[in-house]
């Protein structure tokens, strides 16, 4: 690891962290309180995602809807109005809404083929969205004046590396750059997460073959056909499932790169100094 000790993560001129885990357990929380310090770079791997390597699809789906408009139409054909994604660290709506759902059109649905094709996008995204971090960590030295480095990574970091591989290119890469940090849930908090995916769903990436399996099992399960399916049910399903796939995953990743923390002792965590002594703690003496 990069820091091998409290005393070692505590006397560092530069730290670098990355925290990973499900989405609703306060990597974007943490990551926005060091940033509002003043004194860390915040890199959100999902912001950066549906930017720069999203971005165009985001918006080709925005115009591709207008377009249905012959008013709009009209508009657009001409230049003469301009359609773009607002998306932010905290609302990534645009691009949850581009990820879709599979399932019943009349409902918003989209035909699984074209769902599978936009998380094939995500992942490739994702991918290069990680290995950015290393060019971030530059960037934010050289042209801010930022020693310190915080990468908030997407809840499905796990679905796009093989955690099991103690020499899997970018667990390696981002574990050489950063202490990785897994914020470690319980299953207390595991109907809270799904109860927030569902009243506000989040970008999900899942790997094919998982994602293949979960349709079929949701269609034989249901006795439904794809155009039957009720897209919002869907993706609550796949979400709870997730949940529980990716547990193993994460250990993995905790083992074989990094450290872990409780959600419930980040969440005490109210200043830098507090996540210091937290990290130092965790690290132990080494």
Not at 2 to 29: E, I
Not at 121 to 138: K, P
Not at 223 to 249: C, H, L, M, S, W
């Amino acid at each position: 690891m990069r820091y091998t000790s409290g005393k070692d993560w505590l006397n560092a001129k530069s730290k670098r962290v990355l925290f990973f885990g499900m989405s609703g357990l306060g990597k974007t929380h943490v990551s926005n309180m060091l940033r509002a310090s003043g004194e860390w770079f915040h890199y959100s791997a999902d912001y950066r995602i549906g930017t720069r390597y999203m971005g165009e699809y985001i918006t080709d789906n925005f115009k591709r809807r207008a377009m249905e408009d012959p008013f709009l139409a009209e508009l657009l054909r001409s230049d003469s109005i301009y359609i773009a994604s607002n998306l932010t660290f905290d609302d990534l709506s645009p691009l949850s809404t581009y990820l879709g759902k599979p399932g019943d059109p009349e409902k918003g649905g989209l035909p699984f083929e074209e769902y599978q094709k936009r998380q094939a996008q995500h992942h490739i995204a994702e991918v290069s969205a990680l290995y950015d971090t290393a060019h971030f960590i530059t960037r934010a030295k050289d042209l801010y004046a930022y020693d310190n480095f915080v990468c908030d990574s997407g809840g499905s970091t796990c679905e796009v590396v093989d955690p099991f591989d103690k020499d899997d290119a970018l667990l390696s890469a981002l574990a050489q750059d950063h202490l990785m940090v897994w914020i470690e849930g319980s299953p207390e908090h595991e109907a809270e997460l799904v109860r927030r995916f569902k009243r506000a769903p989040k970008p999900m990436c899942y790997r094919p073959e998982f994602l293949a399996n979960i349709w079929d099992e949701y269609l034989n399960k249901n006795n439904v056909k794809e155009g039957d399916v009720d897209p919002n049910d869907f993706v609550t399903f796949t979400y709870a499932r997730a949940i529980q796939q990716r547990q193993p995953r994460y250990q993995a990743m905790y083992e074989n790169f990094g450290v872990k923390v409780s959600h419930t002792d980040l969440a005490k965590c109210v200043s830098p100094d507090g996540l210091d002594q937290l990290i130092a703690h965790t690290l132990g003496n080494g």
